[in-house]
């Protein structure tokens, strides 16, 4: 039986990628994983378990106990699934508090063994869209496909802002936020343990001025004519 493909997608946070990821899967017909997921919920773990966020052996110890479940969306109105000892926290992990802590964990040996560990596991049959930091370049460097998605920080900035708004968490200014995700840009792409890069072989897409259709049809057409060259080089 041949393997089936695995697409990475990489970059900063507010490039698209959640939501790319999602169209992607949904017009290929394959599973959708958000690896980020998977660090927020282990942030959530460590917060709400009162450990300092520091403390790296008592974190290792904790995740190690702990009953960690991901489901991978297969449908774009399913978002990845998490569940930490048997409790759902999809979307608790989404608050600014988790989000302000989570470069922190994510940055942690044992945390990233783990999720890696588990990330492996979910994508080893392939037939699937992945989405994170390091996907490309550590946690599938064999996928058949690799997109690094990039906007300007303010247009990055601008796209959560309305984001956090129609969820009512508004409230912060524009330049604030700009300077919260340089924060966690600069944390993810300076941890000495797989930093946010572009892969070698990963195509770069600006977003800047393109909407979300055409960045889902050019991650299309590039899969497409991958797969045509039966993933020879782009
Ligand atoms: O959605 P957003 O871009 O805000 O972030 P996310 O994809 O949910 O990822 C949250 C954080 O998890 C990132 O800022 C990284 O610190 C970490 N992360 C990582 O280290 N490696 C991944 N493959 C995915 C996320
Ligand atoms: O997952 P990541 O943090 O990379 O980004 P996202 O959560 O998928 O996208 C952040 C916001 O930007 C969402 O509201 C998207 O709808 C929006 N977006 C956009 O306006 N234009 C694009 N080309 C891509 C995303």
Redesign the pocket.
């Known amino acids: 039986c041949q393997r089936r493909p695995v697409i990475a997608i990489d970059g900063p946070?507010?490039a698209g990628?959640?939501t790319v990821t999602r169209l992607v899967a949904e017009k290929l017909g394959l599973t959708y994983l958000?690896?980020?997921?998977m660090?927020?919920a282990v942030t959530w773990l460590v917060v709400n378990s009162g450990l300092d966020l520091s403390a790296e052996a008592a974190i290792a110890e904790l995740l190690s106990l702990a009953k960690i479940a991901i489901i991978p969306a297969d449908s774009p109105e399913n978002v990845t699934i998490v569940k930490i000892n048997g409790q759902d926290v999809t979307l608790e992990i989404r608050s600014p508090a988790i989000?302000a802590q989570?470069?922190r964990i994510?940055a942690q040996k044992a945390v990233r063994q783990q999720l890696v560990t588990l990330q492996r596991q979910l994508g080893m049959s392939g037939g699937i869209v992945v989405?994170?930091?390091?996907?490309g370049t550590n946690?599938f460097p064999e996928a058949e496909l690799k997109i690094f998605l990039t906007a300007t920080p303010e247009e990055r900035a601008r796209r959560r802002l309305k984001d956090l708004e129609a969820q009512g968490n508004g409230g912060i200014s524009l330049t604030e936020l700009t300077q919260e995700i340089e924060k966690?840009d600069y944390?993810?792409s300076n941890r000495s343990l797989a930093p946010l890069r572009k892969a070698a072989d990963a195509i770069e897409v600006n977003t800047d001025n393109l909407s979300i259709t055409e960045v889902t049809e050019k991650i299309i057409a590039l899969y497409h004519q991958g797969e045509e060259n039966q993933w020879g080089s782009l």
């Open positions: 946070a507010g990628k959640s958000d690896t980020g997921a660090y927020r989000t989570v470069s994510a989405e994170g930091r390091d996907i946690v966690r944390l993810d």
